[in-house]
């Protein structure tokens, strides 16, 4: 399956106290001081979802339940969801900004002067603009109930460690970095943003947004690529559907023969490339995103107020890329999985699966477990056995489960 719907984020964390595994991590990322003390404000661990998308919970104000967070930097502040706001009785105000997204332009609500309660660390006077993660958390099959953006980062210099799931926060200042790795530079305008060359015939240098809250490896503006000629006019591309701020939006994704980030060389990309209407990456000023499919193949450390950040790969970094392709996507809504954006010519829509069907069964997975069933297609090659409930009845299918590698050609334009 291609993962579009995973433009702009996404959730669910168990979160700990730190422990063992985080005193470990400690011991890998440390702020001196002039009385020798290492001194992290906390750590705690954090969820990974598909496509690296980190999830941490949080509490709000004096309220007891937790809530679930997307670690965003991709995002320029912090935010609610509209449904959360409501259901808490937080009161919000019109305003005159508006939000842009891959598929329009909102005008945004904002929820003025609240407080963050995070494991250990509690921040306060905050303003949170309020957002519609419907969408996002039925792409995820859990709740989304905001994003942690700017407003955090500004704030702490921040350690990611994907090797244990835990998150390590420490006041802004000096810092020693982990041995080995390398340090980015990037310009932050509450987005960082950060050089990468792009290779097919030749190289290409562009400014890309840094976006942990994306779920994919690369996105390409249109224009940027039509204007440097990356790719050959025969260069095969697959057509899908995304999921961003204001609706849907058709994307091309093909593979990209190298892409460089730093020192760091990546072969064989899956790389989207989207029409830019709305202008979130302001061409030509800015190439496009990296996303977390990247990214979590690295421990970072963001440190927002040296305008760094510190790459050292971890035990992820070789894994391989997922080439899948069903040919649609899946929507978790009130416990149910169903079947979404079922694409002309592909596998699942020549053996007869619609949009709307609601799956029962996918290869051995039974149980609606979104997660899950993202996993079991994760490999390209042979057929996949579903079962779906259609208009009240039982209904079985197989289909294949191709590669963006390999794709036929009619799918292709």
Do not use: W
């Not at 990546?266 to 029409?275: E, G, R, S």
């Amino acid at each position: 399956m291609i993962k579009i719907c995973q433009i702009f984020l996404l959730l669910f964390l168990l979160h700990l106290l730190p422990g063992v595994d985080s005193l470990c991590a400690q011991e890998r990322y440390k702020t001196k001081f002039k009385d020798g003390r290492q001194l992290p404000i906390t750590g705690f661990s954090f969820q990974e979802l598909y496509g690296g998308v980190i999830v941490i919970r949080a509490t709000l104000d004096n309220m007891t339940d937790s809530l679930q967070f997307v670690l965003d930097t991709g995002s320029g502040g912090i935010s609610i969801d509209s449904t959360t706001a409501l259901k808490y009785g937080i009161t919000t105000v019109e305003s005159d900004r508006t939000i842009r997204g891959i598929a329009g332009v909102k005008p945004v609500k904002f929820a003025y002067n609240h407080t963050l309660h995070l494991p250990g660390l509690t921040i306060d006077s905050l303003d949170f603009h309020i957002n519609d993660y419907e969408m996002l958390s039925a792409t995820y099959g859990v709740q989304i109930d905001g994003i942690i953006g700017y407003s955090f980062f500004k704030k702490f210099i921040v350690a990611v460690d994907f090797d244990n799931d835990i998150l390590l926060v420490y006041p802004p200042g000096s810092f020693e970095y982990p041995r080995g790795g390398e340090i980015l530079r990037p310009a932050i305008a509450s987005i960082p943003m950060q050089f990468a060359v792009v290779h097919e015939s030749r190289d290409v240098t562009g400014r890309y947004f840094f976006d942990t809250g994306a779920g994919l490896c690369l996105l390409l503006n249109n224009q940027f690529a039509t204007d440097s000629t990356i790719f050959a006019p025969g260069k095969k591309m697959v057509t899908t559907i995304a999921e961003g701020i204001g609706g849907k939006k058709e994307m091309t994704i093909t593979v990209l023969k190298r892409f460089k980030l730093g020192k760091y060389k990546f072969k064989k990309m899956p790389t989207y490339i989207f029409d830019d209407e709305f202008n979130i990456t302001s061409y030509p000023f800015l190439s496009g995103l990296i996303g977390n499919d990247l990214l979590r193949r690295f421990n970072m450390v963001i440190n927002y107020s040296k305008s760094e950040i510190h790459l050292k790969p971890n035990k992820g970094f070789r894994e391989p890329f997922d080439y899948t392709y069903t040919g649609f996507n899946m929507y978790q809504i009130d416990g149910d999985v169903y079947l979404t954006d079922v694409m002309e010519n592909s596998s699942a829509y020549e053996v007869g699966l619609k949009e709307g069907d609601i799956i029962i069964s996918m290869g051995n997975r039974f149980g609606g477990n979104l997660q899950q069933y993202k996993n079991t297609i994760k490999n390209p090659g042979g057929k996949m056995k579903i079962v779906v409930l259609r208009a009240g009845e039982l209904i079985e299918f197989k289909f294949g489960i191709e590669t963006i590698k390999q794709k036929r050609k009619s799918i292709f334009r």
